[in-house]
């Protein structure tokens, strides 16, 4: 069954610290991982995608990671502001489909305070 | 931002209501998607479309039902609503053929719905 688990479920930092996201997957066969930040009340917006042959992935103070072996990816978050507080999730797209089917983590519940 | 439309953001009605969530789509894509929020659960793919006159359902059976008669405009549709409705809807777009965007898929904002 292809899933993406996401942890932790919630995580509050303080102002201007790092913090790190996780997500593992078992989607096959694996075309792409998009990390995507939803604001509350909004649609998610894309930060991030890697495919297969990447194994990271910058984007301002985003930095996605991705472990095609094990199946696993991190979303790094350095010097956090008050407008990173969001969910953030990790999305998995197979190559199995023309649709292009994607799968949706939970998400991790960030909330930065000042 | 993308440019993909939902109206209306935040909908309130009594149940056995018909309603018509509106999504709108200027980029010219051709697949677009359904997709159900509850708080602190993923998003659940409930319709998508490849084109004009294709609807399909997806992997979460919902009373719903979807249009496309043109390219821009993907319609949500509940003939008769309950409280066991209410969620976020998300409408999605994409662009044809799969592979050449890495299938990225573009959100508009949601709509809020509540049945009561």
């Known amino acids: 069954k292809n899933q993406v688990e996401q942890s932790p479920q919630s995580l509050i930092i303080l102002e201007g610290k790092n913090c790190t996201l996780q997500?593992?997957?078992?989607?096959?066969?694996?075309?792409?991982l998009r990390w995507y930040k939803q604001d509350t009340g909004r649609g998610p917006v894309s930060l991030t995608i890697?495919?297969?042959?990447?194994n990271t992935k910058s984007n301002g103070r985003y930095t996605a990671t991705l472990d095609a072996d094990t199946k696993q990816s991190s979303l790094h978050i350095t010097a956090s502001q008050l407008s990173d507080s969001a969910s953030y999730i990790c999305v998995v797209s197979d190559r199995g489909s023309t649709l292009g089917r994607l799968y949706f983590g939970r998400g991790t519940q960030l909330t930065v305070w000042p | 931002e993308a440019d993909i439309y939902q109206t209306p953001r935040y909908l309130v009605i009594g149940t056995g209501k018909k309603i018509t969530l509106e999504c709108s789509q200027t980029?010219?894509?051709?697949?677009m998607y359904w997709y159900q929020q509850d708080p602190g659960m993923e998003l659940h793919l409930i319709h998508y479309s490849y084109g004009v006159n294709s609807t399909e359902k997806g992997d979460l059976s919902s009373e719903s039902t979807v249009s496309r008669i043109r390219t821009e405009h993907f319609p949500l549709t509940l003939e008769s609503a309950r409280p066991s409705h209410t969620s976020q809807y998300l409408c999605a777009s994409s662009e044809s053929p799969s592979g050449t965007s890495y299938n990225e898929q573009f959100f508009g904002p949601g709509t809020r719905l509540t049945v009561l």
């Open positions: 980029m010219g894509h051709d697949k």
């Open positions: 997500c593992n997957y078992t989607v096959s066969p694996f075309s792409n």
């Open positions: 890697m495919t297969f042959s990447e």
